[in-house]
């Protein structure tokens, strides 16, 4: 077993979930310590121009593959995993808190550490506008990966589903809080406001300068789409919505329905899978739907914590 103390870090940077921590550098090759909390999700992909080796070893925890990819175990204390260079998505999932080191033969910490950064950035701005959506944002990620999971997406999906689900209100920012948090019927004005928020998100991320922020960019934009057109704010239809966004917006008006709001009190469960499937084919992906319903039993698990 290798002890990592934090005397030996030369430099941390922590997100939400994540404390990622340089332990040697050299022109060649540098070796990170990575901290997961349980449920958190890490990634390898692969980018134009990059020819890295790539190795990780387990400390302590479990990474599992998300989805599962039979092609990589489940890895446990001891075991490790390297590519070279990386050719496709690899997503991880961590089981319980778990530690890893990542060793490339290319550095990367500080580009690492720029993105991390500015994704805390992202992530201080919702949490400052409202408490509320920066938690709502967590939830909805979690139930947006069982749903990717069990509808069978790969890891570039679940990766991109990831991330456009935790950032999909991130729009919210420049909406003025006395909108934001009115707790009567918004008036025609304000509800224009409002529906800028998803185009808002996109111009966001895709200003970032994190390229893998800006690949969900679309994602974000479409997440109040709606499967008749009548959504917005493009009313874009069917599979001219991807299948992130069409998961996206099952998982948040569901979220929306069962939690206790400024203009309404929560709903039950019940009257929400209910509302779902009075809605399907209309508002809702239908497959979607029907995964979701399927998976009651694992939903009530996540929405109840």
Known sequence: MININEKDFIETVQVKGLQVSLLASSSSTEIIHHKLDNGA???????????ALEYLLVLSGELKTFPY????????????????????????????????????????????SKIVNEMIELVKSIEAKDGYTLNHCTRIT???????????????????????SFFHDVGKVEIPENILKKPGKLTDEEW??????????RNLLEGSNIPVLASVAKIVEQHHERFDGKGYPKGLTGDEISMEAAIISVVDSFDAMTTDRVYQERRSPEYAFNELLQCRGTMYHPEVVDKFIELKDSILGVSEK
């Not at 990634?43 to 020819?51: F, K, M, N, S």
């Not at 489940?74 to 890893?100: I, M, R």
């Not at 224009?192 to 998100?201: D, F, N, S, Y």
């Open 142 to 164: 979690r139930l947006s990966m069982i749903i990717g999971e069990a509808m069978g997406m790969d890891s570039e999906q679940i990766l991109k589903l990831n991330l456009a």
């Open 192 to 201: 224009i406001t409002m529906r800028k928020h998803p185009t808002i998100g």
């Open 41 to 51: 999700n890490w990634a390898l992909e692969p980018e134009e121009g990059w020819e």
């Open 69 to 112: 990819n039979e092609k990589v175990p489940n890895l446990k204390a001891g075991d490790s995993f390297f590519k070279h260079p990386v050719k496709e998505v690899y997503t991880f999932q961590a089981v319980g808190t778990t530690e890893f080191l990542y060793v490339t033969s290319q550095p990367i910490f500080h580009r690492y």
